[in-house]
């Protein structure tokens, strides 16, 4: 149990359009959902919390407004990176936790890359 | 916030041997992980140890939550428990992000 998806697992985009990456729990509904970001040979970084029906709440450094996260249900959030730049290229992992599960549980994470 | 610290950061081992890793933290937690990232990137879930022991086969982990530090144990290790091993502190409820350390990179050779 507490499975975790991430579609697409890699993507390559050219410099100034927009990504849309999607997490889904797939046997539980997922109450929050996080989104880190992980560059090479570093540790996760915590980028934004999502509830369902609610605002994200971004940390700080976090650009709000190029990192869109939506938490329209409670199997799936979507973090559109807009007007992707190289330096947004890294690794992107989604988490969720809900009710039934205990702790975090990780998606497979999706490799950007921008051009 | 919250500072978690991660030893040592770099562990290399002959198959077969034992070995325990470590994480300290800073404040009282309520949630306590320890996850394996595997070379494409997939964390896998360990342990939920906020506090006592558990095992799980080969695989063992003890927290002294009123010391703030947890010990993942590894024994007769094998190639496949390369890669690194993250603990990640936080809370339960509303306020429930985690903190990570920097990890514990692991390789073991045959």
């Known amino acids: 149990g507490a499975v975790v998806s991430q579609h697409p697992s890699w993507v390559i985009c050219k410099s100034g359009t927009s990504v849309k990456i999607e997490c889904r729990s797939l046997d539980f509904q997922a109450t929050t959902m996080f989104w880190y970001r992980q560059f090479p040979k570093q540790s996760l970084m915590l980028m934004a919390t999502?509830?369902?029906?609610?605002?994200?709440?971004?940390e700080q450094g976090v650009e709000k407004d190029k990192f869109l996260i939506n938490h329209a249900s409670l199997t799936l959030s979507t973090l559109t990176v807009t007007s992707a730049h190289p330096e947004d290229s890294s690794f992107y992992i989604c988490s969720a936790t809900g009710l039934a599960t205990i702790g975090q549980f990780f998606g497979p994470g999706t490799r950007l890359t921008v051009l | 916030g919250i500072q978690v610290e991660q030893s040592p950061p770099d562990l290399i081992l002959q198959e077969g041997a034992n070995s325990t890793l470590r994480c300290n933290f800073s404040d009282s937690v309520n949630n306590l992980q320890w996850f394996h990232q595997n070379p494409w990137g997939q964390l896998i879930n360990l342990f939920y140890i906020p506090s006592g022991t558990k095992q799980n086969g080969r695989l063992s982990a003890t927290t002294v939550a009123t010391e703030r530090y947890s010990l993942l144990y590894i024994s007769s290790s094998q190639t496949t428990d390369s890669g690194v091993y993250f603990c990640?502190?936080?809370?339960?409820?509303?306020?429930?992000?985690?903190?990570f350390g920097k990890g514990i990179t692991l390789s073991v050779r045959p």
């Open positions: 990640a502190v936080g809370f339960t409820g509303a306020n429930s992000k985690l903190t």
């Open positions: 999502s509830n369902e029906g609610s605002k994200a709440t971004y």
